[in-house]
Every structure is written in structure tokens, then in C-alpha cells.
């Protein structure tokens, strides 16, 4: 599987936002609102969803599982505390995308075998986007969890642009970020050059 560049929305994120990472090459998103109700996350997934299929792009839910399967969105995104991911994915069935979230070794051996298409390993630094995120795991620390997991994953957390060629020789099929795009003047250009960094790794 081959991701490359995973855009998370920030809070309050704006579709034009999430349009601009798609046309700059994006490979994954996931709706990420930890401000919004359930509604309102509903509503706007059903908006993205079409933009997102008529680009070839999955879209994926953070936390809300009800909201997943409202939308018809592609997939949920579960962190370590988000519930029971074997009942998720009885919910969601076989064919959609269940993240996890895994900040160390030992959640990695825990992982349910299974039920899980995808992991989230971070952070790889601190971020204030994530304020009650782990310990960071470094550039070494995420090679290490990598290497001993037998799905694909991603690394998130204070990641950019230079990191994009020791996350990929890590073994990782993309990298998830929200800042370097959100944060960017023009999102569409730095989703374009994280995804021929990524091309070119
Ligand atoms: C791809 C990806 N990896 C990790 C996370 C973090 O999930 P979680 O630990 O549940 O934290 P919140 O995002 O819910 O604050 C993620 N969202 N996506
Ligand atoms: C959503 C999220 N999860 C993390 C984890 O470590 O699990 S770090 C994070 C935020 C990533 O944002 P930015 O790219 O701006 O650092
Ligand atoms: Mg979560």
C-alpha cells in the first residue's frame, strides 16, 4: 500500500482547504474536528466525500465512528483511548480503512490482529496541533515501531518536508500532517512538493 502524503484537517477546517490538498496530490484524508458536533461533522463529510471520490482519495473520520457510518465516509481513524477496535470494525465492515493510533512498541504487540488496515505512529515530534499527545518517538524511535509491524503506517507529529526521505526509508507508506499543509500559504503548493518529495525519497 502506498499512501504518500495524508492530510488531517485542522479544527474548523474549510473545504476549500481540504479541495487544495487534494488537487496538490494528497493520497489520504481524514476529517479531524475536535471542535464540531457530530452534525456538523456528519454534514461535512457528506460534502468532502464527492470531492474526495472524484479525486480517487479515501476519506476518513477521526474518532467518531457514528459519524463514519452516517457519511458513508471511506474509513475511521481510533486512537488508543477511541473504543473497541474489533467492534468498530464489525461496524464498519471489512472492505473500509481502521486506523490506529500506536505511540509505543508494546500498544504495537497489542494491536488486535485483524481488524486494523493502518497505523498512525507518532509523534514522531512534539506539536501543538496534538496538545495532549506521547512522548515523541524521534526519527529513530518511529523506525523502530515500523519495522516490527505487519501493516502499513504512517508517521504524524511535527513532521515537514525534510523529514519525507528518513520517513520513507523507515518503511513507512506515507506521512500524515496537518500543519505543514494547513499552516502553508499556499496548501495546494506544499502538498505538491510533500508529494514529490515523497515520489522522489
Ligand atoms: C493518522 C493518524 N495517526 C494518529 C492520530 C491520532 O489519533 P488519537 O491518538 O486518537 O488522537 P486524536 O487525533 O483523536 O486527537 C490521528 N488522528 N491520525
Ligand atoms: C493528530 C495527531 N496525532 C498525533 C499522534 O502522535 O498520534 S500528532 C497529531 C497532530 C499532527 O499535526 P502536525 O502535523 O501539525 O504536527
Ligand atoms: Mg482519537
Same mark, same amino acid.
Given at each position: 500500500?502506498?499512501?504518500?502524503?495524508?492530510?488531517?484537517?485542522?479544527?474548523?477546517?474549510?473545504?476549500?482547504?481540504?479541495?487544495?490538498?487534494?488537487?496538490?496530490?494528497?493520497?489520504?484524508?481524514?476529517?479531524?474536528?475536535?471542535?464540531?458536533?457530530?452534525?456538523?461533522?456528519? @454534514? =461535512? #463529510? +457528506?460534502?468532502? !466525500?464527492?470531492?474526495? /471520490?472524484?479525486? $480517487?482519495?479515501?476519506?476518513?473520520?477521526?474518532?467518531? %465512528?457514528?459519524?463514519?457510518?452516517?457519511?458513508?465516509?471511506?474509513?475511521?481513524?481510533?486512537?488508543?483511548?477511541?473504543?473497541?477496535? @474489533? =467492534? #468498530? +470494525?464489525?461496524? !464498519?465492515?471489512?472492505? /473500509?480503512?481502521? $486506523?490506529?493510533?500506536?505511540?509505543?512498541?508494546?500498544? %504495537?504487540?497489542?494491536?488486535?490482529?485483524?481488524?486494523?488496515?493502518?497505523?498512525?505512529?507518532?509523534?514522531?515530534?512534539?506539536?501543538?496541533?496534538?496538545?495532549?499527545?506521547?512522548?515523541?518517538?524521534?526519527?529513530?524511535?518511529?523506525?523502530?515501531?515500523?519495522?516490527?509491524?505487519?501493516?502499513?503506517?504512517?508517521?504524524?507529529?511535527?513532521?515537514?518536508?525534510?523529514?519525507?526521505?528518513?520517513?520513507?526509508?523507515?518503511?513507512?507508506?506515507?506521512?500524515?500532517?496537518?500543519?505543514?499543509?494547513?499552516?502553508?500559504?499556499?496548501?495546494?503548493?506544499?502538498?505538491?512538493?510533500?508529494?514529490?518529495?515523497?515520489?522522489?525519497?
Amino acid at each position: 500500500m502506498s499512501i504518500g502524503i495524508y492530510f488531517v484537517t485542522p479544527d474548523g477546517c474549510d473545504d476549500a482547504l481540504v479541495c487544495a490538498a487534494l488537487a496538490g496530490g494528497a493520497g489520504l484524508i481524514q476529517l479531524r474536528d475536535k471542535t464540531a458536533t457530530e452534525a456538523e461533522m456528519v @454534514a =461535512q #463529510a +457528506r460534502r468532502l !466525500l464527492p470531492l474526495c /471520490r472524484a479525486a $480517487g482519495v479515501p476519506l476518513i473520520v477521526n474518532d467518531r %465512528l457514528e459519524v463514519a457510518l452516517a457519511s458513508g465516509a471511506d474509513g475511521l481513524h481510533m486512537g488508543q483511548g477511541d473504543g473497541d477496535p @474489533a =467492534q #468498530a +470494525r464489525a461496524a !464498519l465492515g471489512p472492505d /473500509r480503512h481502521l $486506523g490506529l493510533s500506536i505511540e509505543t512498541q508494546a500498544q %504495537l504487540a497489542a494491536m488486535p490482529k485483524g481488524a486494523i488496515s493502518l497505523i498512525g505512529v507518532g509523534p514522531v515530534r512534539a506539536t501543538a496541533t496534538k496538545p495532549d499527545h506521547a512522548t515523541p518517538l524521534g526519527l529513530d524511535g518511529l523506525a523502530q515501531v515500523v519495522a516490527h509491524s505487519p501493516i502499513p503506517a504512517v508517521a504524524i507529529g511535527g513532521v515537514g518536508l525534510a523529514d519525507i526521505p528518513a520517513i520513507r526509508a523507515a518503511g513507512c507508506a506515507g506521512v500524515a500532517v496537518v500543519s505543514a499543509i494547513s499552516g502553508a500559504d499556499d496548501p495546494q503548493a506544499a502538498t505538491r512538493d510533500l508529494v514529490n518529495a515523497w515520489r522522489h525519497a
